[in-house]
């Protein structure tokens, strides 16, 4: 299986919703079609 790749803009904002907007990891995972692991990483 091939790893999907996120441009680093893509991954700052996902990260931004979870720190600054205090939206939970899976809720920002799950609507941006990636699993908490990468979002963590």
Do not use: C, W
């Amino acid at each position: 299986m091939r790893r999907k790749r996120y441009p680093d803009e893509f991954k700052m904002e996902a990260v931004k919703q979870v720190i600054n907007r205090g939206h939970s990891v899976a809720d920002v995972a799950g609507r941006l079609g990636m699993t908490t692991h990468s979002l963590y990483a």
